[in-house]
T-cell receptor, first 114, second 116 residues
Framework: GESVGLHLPTLSVQEGDNSIINCAYSNSASDYFIWYKQESGKGPQFIIDIRSNMDKRQGQRVTVLLNKTVKHLSLQIAATQPGDSAVYFCAENISGAGSYQLTFGKGTKLSVIP | GAVVSQHPSRVICKSGTSVKIECRSLDFQATTMFWYRQFPKQSLMLMATSNEGSKATYEQGVEKDKFLINHASLTLSTLTVTSAHPEDSSFYIC????????????FGQGTRLTVV
């Protein structure tokens, strides 16, 4: 089987196409979710967030969907551009816990083909 | 958005020496800072939570005597890797939370540590 710890899932898309990156989160008590973009050798960059009282939130070219029933989060990127090539992480938080800690998912590498 | 700066961005040290990494919030005061470690092609793993003026809280499996964290001011937290070994080579990332009403995490650019 796949050793997720050694190999990031990779998604390759053609420039201009839409990308969908998925994430399964672990804690049913989590109520705040964030998507981050990480370029090689850099820290994570905030993309978009969503709270558990919503199931969809849109930003510029990005949409996050949340399905609490199956603990699934997705990030949709419209009209994917070469500059979108990076590793994308979802992160979860229990906002009421007061700790502000984020738990990161395993990440997906997005490669955009020009 | 708010800016968090890490220094150095890259460091190479000899095995057995100690290395200090700084994390600064440049335009806000951070009540809480976090330190993460990231191995190649893996996710960010939380090492410790650092609160200004108090002892850091370490995650299970992280040696507090090896990874010394000091959060002496509201704009600076430091991570010192003591007696570094090659297996400590990794990408270390900090984040800062303005808190308590603003809980968005702002990340530094990371520090690539190579122990030879």
């Amino acid at each position: 089987g796949e050793s997720v710890g050694l190999h990031l899932p990779t998604l390759s898309v053609q420039e201009g196409d839409n990308s969908i990156i998925n994430c399964a989160y672990s804690n049913s008590a989590s109520d705040y979710f964030i998507w981050y973009k990480q370029e090689s050798g850099k820290g994570p960059q905030f993309i978009i967030d969503i709270r558990s009282n919503m199931d969809k939130r849109q930003g510029q070219r990005v949409t996050v969907l949340l399905n609490k029933t199956v603990k699934h989060l997705s990030l949709q990127i419209a009209a994917t551009q070469p500059g979108d090539s990076a590793v994308y992480f979802c992160a979860e938080n229990i906002s009421g816990a007061g700790s502000y800690q984020l738990t990161f998912g395993k990440g997906t590498k997005l490669s955009v083909i020009p | 958005g708010a800016v968090v700066s890490q220094h150095p961005s890259r460091v190479i040290c000899k095995s057995g020496t100690s290395v200090k990494i700084e994390c600064r919030s440049l335009d806000f005061q951070a009540t809480t800072m976090f330190w993460y470690r990231q191995f190649p092609k893996q996710s960010l793993m939380l090492m410790a939570t650092s609160n200004e003026g108090s002892k850091a809280t370490y995650e299970q499996g992280v040696e507090k005597d090896k990874f010394l964290i000091n959060h002496a001011s509201l704009t600076l937290s430091t991570l010192t890797v003591t007696s570094a070994h090659p297996e400590d080579s990794s990408f270390y990332i900090c984040s800062a939370i303005p808190g308590p009403t603003n809980t968005e995490a702002f990340f530094g650019q990371g520090t690539r540590l190579t122990v030879v």
